[in-house]
């Protein structure tokens, strides 16, 4: 599943594409240098309603033009939201 992801840390907000979506987290490409431990703010734009599901996030790997993130704090009604973009209502 790919979907739109716009990193909103910092001054600069840029548009990501992310891939392998999961209840713990996802992958990031990007252009921009990350560090493990950095922390994200990010918006994810899921295909189930118009505003985005605000996350934070800490990278824990990275790769050639892309990083692994981890959600921190996911909130209850934003691990359904991403369960019913992965599978539709259960």
Not at 8 to 21: E, F, I, Q, S
Not at 76 to 82: E, S, Y
């Amino acid at each position: 599943m790919f979907l739109r992801v716009d990193d909103r840390t910092g001054a600069v907000c840029a548009a990501r594409m992310g891939t392998d979506l999961s209840l713990d987290g996802m992958r990031l490409s990007t252009t921009r240098r990350y560090r493990a431990g950095d922390e994200l703010d990010l918006e994810l734009r899921l295909r189930d309603k118009p505003e985005p599901l605000r996350v934070r996030a800490r990278v824990v790997s990275v790769g050639e033009g892309e990083v692994s993130v981890r959600f921190d704090g996911l909130s209850t009604a934003g691990r359904v939201r991403i369960t019913e973009c992965m599978f539709g209502d259960l």
